[in-house]
T-cell receptor, first 120, second 112 residues
Framework: GAVVSQHPSWVICKSGTSVKIECRSL??????MFWYRQFPKQSLMLMAT?????????EQGVEKDKFLINHASLTLSTLTVTSAHPEDSSFYIC????????????????FGNGTRLTVT | AQSVSQHNHHVILSEAASLELGCNYS??????LFWYVQYPGQHLQLLLK??????LVKGIKGFEAEFIKSKFSFNLRKPSVQWSDTAEYFC??????????FGQGTELSVKP
């Protein structure tokens, strides 16, 4: 089945540094990928929609200069947390929908394993 | 704005008990509905989905959900839970290819 690979699975960084998280669709094409953030004991919050070849669409309240998204190919989207601070510590999850031939717009999302970011 | 509400934050059951997790959404148009499960230390997995047709949807591991359009609900059920069902369950809604909006999640603890 369709697999989404997310890397790294966990990262610890110092305050002020930047961290890049990769999200790859391994056996399907995804013109659109989604980035979520999960706070402890809370729901997944959609941060932004990553669009291949164009700018990402950010949800209200998400700082686009803080969370840089690049979707350079049909199988790769990256999220860069710039100048990370302890409050950015969270669990980040990406997802992608198989949008290849024969797949409708409502095919289920496939999720990556998530990235646990800890900013010290 | 579209929203999803899960009624229970934490549910504790004994093995063999029946389970029902509530999910209500607010969106007037046609929706697709999902239940995802996240087992401890693992990633999200699709449990079941509803797009159209029979409102009673059967998923994996004996789970089922019923879409009641008049109530804007999509409750998850299982007749007899097992210890291995201990996980967090998320209800989600999207408006046909749009953004997937999640509920707050329900943590299920099953006591052996």
């Amino acid at each position: 089945g369709a697999v989404v690979s997310q890397h790294p699975s966990w990262v610890i960084c110092k305050s002020g540094t930047s961290v890049k998280i990769e999200c790859r669709s391994l056996d399907f094409q995804a013109t659109t990928m989604f980035w979520y953030r999960q706070f402890p004991k809370q729901s997944l919050m959609l941060m932004a929609t990553s669009n291949e070849g164009s700018k990402a669409t950010y949800e209200q309240g998400v700082e686009k200069d803080k969370f840089l998204i690049n979707h350079a190919s049909l199988t790769l989207s990256t999220l860069t947390v710039t100048s990370a601070h302890p409050e950015d510590s969270s669990f980040y999850i990406c997802s992608a929908r198989d949008q290849g031939p024969g797949q409708g717009r409502s095919s289920p999302l496939h999720f990556g394993n998530g990235t646990r970011l800890t900013v010290t | 704005a579209q929203s999803v509400s899960q009624h229970n934050h934490h549910v504790i059951l004994s093995e063999a008990a029946s389970l029902e997790l509530g999910c209500n959404y607010s969106y007037g148009g046609t929706v697709n509905l999902f239940w995802y499960v996240q087992y401890p230390g693992q990633h999200l997995q699709l449990l079941l989905k509803y797009f159209s047709g029979d409102p009673l949807v059967k998923g994996i591991k004996g789970f089922e959900a019923e879409f009641i359009k008049s109530k804007f609900s999509f409750n998850l059920r299982k007749p007899s839970v097992q210890w291995s069902d201990t996980a967090e369950y998320f209800c989600a809604v999207n408006n046909q290819g749009g953004k997937l909006i999640f509920g707050q999640g329900t943590e299920l603890s099953v006591k052996p």
